[in-house]
């Protein structure tokens, strides 16, 4: 099946630095999406990607859409301590009968240091 | 606005024993996905419905079965547990076999097996 490979697996940054965390896959997803998990909880939609080569942001996340659609990365600038927890990439298949279903990378455990 | 209401939110059972998980998806939506996820894992895709039809069925054991109701409301049903069951599991709802901007996560269920 499908497998997704997302790194680093875990980073340790100081409050205000920027963060870079990329996906990619032996396969090709028509839409990458990036998702924050917090203990407990569901992961949470941060920004969709749905063209070859798209750059979206959302406040201090940027996130893009590789132009082989077989990657995607997602940068956070500026870190604060609330940007804490765990982020998944996660693909969606381009066809078939999987429309829906997601891919997830196996998440990037972010720590921010006041 | 509403989201995706699972319950119970914690439940823990014995091996061999029976457990059935509830979601509630956002009004209007016609799509519901199931997940497992283990711990220190990412979430992995089990079975999907749309308009009260199995759409996708992913990693789901034989032992586990769901099915989608009238209201949209789903239930998955776990037979015979095994210690390995034991994980979080989290249904996410879309209208239309949505493209992932209109996939919402509920807070999940954690499932303990003893």
């Known amino acids: 099946g499908q497998q997704l490979n997302q790194s680093p697996q875990s980073m340790f940054i100081q409050e205000g630095e920027d963060v870079s965390m990329n996906c990619t896959s032996s396969?090709?997803?028509?839409?990458w999406l990036w998702y924050k998990q917090e203990p407990g909880e569901g992961p949470v939609l941060l920004i969709a990607?749905?063209?070859?080569?798209e750059l979206t942001s959302n406040g201090r996340l940027t996130a893009q859409f590789g132009i082989t659609r077989k990657d995607s990365f997602l940068n956070i600038s500026a870190s604060i301590p609330s940007d804490v927890g765990i982020y998944f990439c996660?693909?969606?298949?381009?066809?078939?009968?999987?429309?829906?279903?997601?891919?997830f990378g196996q998440g990037t455990i972010l720590t921010v240091h006041p | 606005a509403a989201g995706v209401i699972q319950s119970p939110r914690h439940l823990i059972k014995e091996k061999r024993e029976t457990a059935t998980l509830k979601c509630y998806p956002i009004?209007?939506?016609?799509?519901v996905y199931w997940y497992q996820q283990g711990p220190g894992q990412d979430p992995q895709f089990l079975i999907s419905?749309?308009?009260?039809?199995?759409?996708d069925k992913g990693s789901i054991p034989d032992r586990f079965s769901a099915q989608q109701f009238s209201d949209y409301h789903s239930e998955l049903n776990m037979s015979s547990l095994e210690l390995g069951d034991s994980a979080l599991y989290f249904c996410?709802?879309?209208f239309g076999r949505g493209r992932g901007n209109g996939y919402t996560f509920g807070s999940g269920t954690r499932l303990t097996v003893v």
């Open positions: 396969s090709i997803f028509n839409t």
């Open positions: 996410a709802s879309s």
């Open positions: 996660a693909g969606q298949e381009a066809g078939g009968t999987s429309y829906g279903k997601l891919t």
């Open positions: 009004p209007r939506h016609d799509t």
């Open positions: 990607l749905y063209k070859a080569g």
């Open positions: 419905f749309y308009e009260k039809m199995q759409s």
